[in-house]
T-cell receptor, first 113, second 112 residues
């Protein structure tokens, strides 16, 4: 039973490019969450999605960031026109029932050069 | 924004010793307090969690102590082993909610 799968593991983008991060939840989990971890800091909530719906995006920057969880396929976190401050580890988690029983993926480490 | 304050930032213990990490929370409406363990290059993994209706929960060598009046909870790792060396995060949230608020993390090193 595979856990949360995130890809790519590492992503390097030049300033101004777009970054697309993918997350496949645990089979049967319908709740997906994205968190960002800056170096030497804890995880910060970004967005919570269920299939085809954004439920809570209060932690996501208003500009350049978007997320989706389509009916088919993985959840995507998209960052347009990346800047150096976007360099971080981005973790996806899934759960069968809200915060209880989060399973995290191994993350995507984004480096903006 | 309400926070979870975690201490110490780093901790070094000898093999066989007790590791203690503390967290203070602010939002008394929250009813779910988990601890996560993270190894380098990996995502956080749930270690143990507690609800405020109990004062202590034990799973193997890991114990959470919860002090509702002081709004504090702590993780105790008994008989610490080198394999426990990792970063530990406390968090809080609502069982019916959609997000967790994480502490800043404690980097634990257990020397052999």
């Amino acid at each position: 039973n595979a856990g949360v799968m995130q890809n790519p593991r590492h992503l390097v983008r030049r300033r101004g490019q777009e970054a697309r991060l993918r997350c496949s939840p645990v089979k049967g989990h319908s709740h997906v969450y994205w968190y960002r971890q800056l170096p030497e800091e804890g995880l910060k909530f970004m967005v919570y999605l269920q299939k085809e719906n954004i439920i809570d995006e209060s932690g996501m920057p208003k500009e350049r960031f978007s997320a989706e969880f389509p009916k088919e396929g993985p959840s995507i976190l998209r960052i347009q026109q990346v800047v150096r401050g976007d360099s971080a580890a981005y973790f996806c988690a899934s759960s069968p029932n809200r915060v209880h029983g989060y399973t995290f993926g191994s993350g995507t480490r984004l480096t903006v050069v | 924004q309400q926070q979870v304050k975690q201490s110490p930032q780093s901790l070094i213990v000898q093999k066989g010793g007790i590791s203690i990490i503390n967290c203070a929370y602010e939002n008394t409406a929250f009813d779910y307090f988990p601890w996560y363990q993270q190894f380098p290059g990996k995502g956080p993994a749930l270690l143990i969690a507690i609800r405020p209706d109990v004062s202590e929960k034990k799973e193997g060598r890991f114990t959470i102590s919860f002090n509702k009046s002081a709004k504090q909870f702590s993780l105790h790792i008994m008989d610490s082993q080198p394999g426990d060396s990792a970063t530990y995060f406390c968090a809080d949230g609502e069982t019916s909610g959609s997000r967790l608020t994480f502490g800043e993390g404690t980097q634990l090193t257990v020397n052999p």
